[in-house]
């Protein structure tokens, strides 16, 4: 692409009330353009009612929950019929497939709306058979996915699906989008192509024990400012969503 587009999506909408109270604040109130649902966690109903008339995406969950497909591997799943993170990159991709085409018709069932693309909770898709297994469900949905690293963009070209050609966003110890990373980061974005920011806004978690929780809090603020606006309009750019990529199918 010759044009440049910027795309700042949050991952984890239905992870818990609280992460998604604050995701759709940074939405609507915010310049957060796009999310990813989770499908499978008691909160996911929850969630996909508030985000009706929001661009979602599915957070393709393999990592906790329980399975939407039938069929899915038991000696996979812990005792209690939940996903196991540890035994994801042991899934094969034909049961990847199945679950991704799965967890695509339970967001439409939620939302009354197709999914706009799709990302992997935990970024598990670093896996090749789980990007294998990913990549042939989303080219028979004909739906982009989110790819971290140029080889993982290379995969997916090779099987046909869509995909952002830039990316940027982590979550550690520390809140990854602060202010003034931010600005900083949209002042020597790259200067073509589809570019998302990966991030992670919301209040901290209620019912959910999580590693990034006062990080989220930080990232709200990030997103809800004056600040991220001001910047935005420096650069040019208007927050887009991943249907910019359903015109290359």
Known sequence: MTSRTLII???????????????????????????????????????????RGLAVGLHLNLARG????????AALLAEDGALVEAHAE??????????THAQLERLQALLGAPATHIDVHKHLHRH?????GLAAAARAARLPVRSI???MRSALHAAGVATNDHFIGDAGERAYWTEPE???QLASLPGAGVIELMCHPGYRPEQVKSGYA??????????LGARARSALGHAGLMP??????HSQD
């Not at 042991?90 to 679950?99: Q, S, W």
């Not at 090749?128 to 294998?132: K, T």
């Not at 887009?240 to 990529?245: D, P």
């Open 9 to 51: 999506n949050a991952d984890d909408l239905g992870y818990d009330p609280a992460v998604t109270r604050g995701i759709l604040r940074a939405m609507r109130e915010g310049v957060v353009s796009s999310t990813t649902l989770m499908v499978n966690t008691p909160y996911s109903e929850e969630a996909a009612s508030g985000a």
């Open 66 to 73: 329980v399975p939407c497909s039938a069929g899915f591997p």
């Open 90 to 99: 042991r899934l094969p991709a034909h049961v990847v497939e199945a679950e």
């Open 128 to 132: 090749p058979a789980i990007l294998e």
């Open 149 to 151: 690293t140029a080889e």
């Open 182 to 184: 931010f600005e900083a």
């Open 214 to 223: 006062a990080q989220r809090e930080v990232e709200l603020g990030t997103f």
């Open 240 to 245: 887009a969503t991943y249907r910019v990529l």
